[in-house]
């Protein structure tokens, strides 16, 4: 019933309609799943300046979904949305920037639109700039400024900026070093819904080796199965080690 109204709508020339529909053929919401005419309805949204098409329409170029893969034509679209202040787009065209996808590598113009992106509070962006700070890339190395960032990131619930601030915190990069608070952070990511195997090993090994919590076998065994049923190596290694498989 919502794509009939949204159909009506788009036919007429209505930017959100017709954003709205190239959504329900993305995902196949109230109509057969079709990439091509999500394309084609992103497309007349984005041409009439809508952000959110412009942004959706870049990523279709960057997959290749319903159009063929053109990092430049990505690009173009996630540029003019990002030139609207959308920070998912701003984050993306970061990352175009960073791996010279589309145009050339620019680590100054990658950190420019991860930091627009980020003093919006996007969580990704966040993170990259705060990846950027720590290794000095495309600004001057500063474990501060990194850790000032992957903070906000890690208070949004984003792993990879939980474990990275856990290994601040582990190495006294930016801050007093408290083993503590990196087991605390390690902990979040370990225990994220589809957590990623090494964040989870990281966490065993701090049990194992009573790094910031009592040393406990057990705790550190039962993190090194949970990565190693996803296939870490390393922690097969310490099951292995242990006579566990």
Known sequence: EAVKWYRKAA???LAEAQYNLG???????GVAQDYGEAVKW??????????????????????GQGVAQDYGEAVKWYRKAAEQGNAEAQNKLGDCYYYGRGGAQDSAEAVNWYRKAAEQG???????????????????QDYGEAVKWYR????????????????????????????GE?????????????AVPQY??????????????????????????????QGY??????LRKRGLE
């Open 11 to 13: 036919e007429q020339g």
């Open 23 to 29: 959504v329900c053929y993305h995902n196949g919401n």
């Open 42 to 63: 992103y497309r007349k949204a984005a041409e009439q300046g809508h952000a959110k098409a412009q942004y959706n329409l870049a990523l279709c170029y960057a997959s």
């Open 122 to 140: 996007y969580a990704e962006a966040q993170y990259n700039l705060g990846w950027c700070y720590y290794y000095g890339w495309g600004v001057a």
């Open 152 to 179: 906000k990131a890690a208070e949004q619930g984003l792993a990879e900026a939980q474990c990275a601030l856990g290994w601040c915190y582990d190495h006294g990069h930016g801050v007093a070093q408290d083993c």
């Open 182 to 194: 990196a087991v605390k952070w390690y902990r979040k990511a370990a225990e994220q819904r589809n």
């Open 200 to 229: 989870q090993y990281i966490l065993g090994l701090c049990y194992a080796n009573g790094a910031g919590v009592p040393k406990d076998d057990n705790e550190a065994v039962k993190w090194f199965r949970k990565a190693a049923a």
């Open 233 to 238: 190596a390393e922690a097969r290694d310490e």
